[in-house]
């Protein structure tokens, strides 16, 4: 079975951009969640979309958004970015996001914000 | 708030020796508990988790942890290192405050494994 994929891997954006990133989870999951991975903060939760829908939410800034299709795709949009958005953005799936549901990760898109 | 906690943000042990890195959380009731590694410039890689079932739990690559209730503590322990155990470790919570919560991170724990 492929695993999490995300695109792309390596990202450069200047600041006031906006940017797109992709995750596609494992076949069968219909759960996936966004994290932020920052030296400073560690990893922060974004979003969590299940069946199409935003099932919960961190606590960042609206620029921050994402959606998901009906074959469990997703992606997640950073609208005026700023040079603190330069992080590492990881991808998690599982079957429901369910108790004690496994995620898997992607290898994460590394965004940089000039 | 609901919040987990590495105790040590590095942890270095000699080849052979054992590992201990530490975890709690903070929770009205039993959360499902995991603990992933992460190796430089590589994604999170599941070592094990506990769902209420046993209390200590055994992963991959000789890794296992005990749930402790009363403790509110899931500490991670290995009893040989490897170099190539070096890494970042994540103590992870899911369900802190209902079943289908967001997951919460520990901040992490660098281990270093010297030869």
């Known amino acids: 079975k492929a695993g999490v994929t995300q695109t792309p891997r390596y990202l450069i954006k200047t600041r006031g951009q906006q940017v797109t990133l992709s995750c596609s989870p494992i076949?069968?999951?219909?759960?996936v969640s966004w994290y932020q991975q920052t030296p400073g903060q560690g990893l922060q939760f974004l979003f969590e979309?299940?069946?199409?829908?935003?099932?919960n939410k961190g606590n960042f800034p609206g620029r921050f958004s994402g959606r998901q299709f009906s074959n469990s795709r997703s992606e997640m949009n950073v609208s005026t970015l700023e040079l603190g958005d330069s992080a590492l953005y990881l991808c998690?799936?599982?079957?429901?996001?369910?108790?004690?549901?496994?995620?898997?990760f992607g290898p994460g898109t590394r965004l940089t914000v000039l | 708030a609901q919040s987990v906690t590495q105790l040590d943000s590095h942890v270095s042990v000699s080849e052979g020796t054992p590992v201990l890195l530490r975890c709690n959380y903070s929770?009205?009731?039993?959360?499902?508990l995991f603990w992933y590694v992460q190796h430089p410039n590589k994604g999170l890689q599941l070592l094990l988790k506990?769902?209420?079932?046993?209390?200590l739990v055994k992963g991959i690559n000789g890794f296992e942890a005990e749930f402790k209730k009363s403790e509110t503590s899931f500490h991670l322990t290995k009893p040989s290192a490897h170099m190539s155990d070096a890494a970042e470790y994540f103590c992870?919570?899911?369900?802190?405050?209902?079943?289908?919560?967001?997951?919460?991170f520990g901040p992490g724990t660098s281990l270093s494994v010297i030869p």
């Open positions: 998690a799936s599982s079957l429901s996001g369910g108790p004690g549901d496994t995620q898997y």
């Open positions: 076949s069968g999951h219909r759960s």
């Open positions: 979309y299940f069946s199409e829908t935003q099932r």
């Open positions: 929770s009205s009731y039993s959360p499902s």
């Open positions: 506990y769902t209420s079932a046993a209390t």
């Open positions: 992870v919570a899911k369900g802190v405050k209902t079943s289908y919560d967001k997951v919460i």
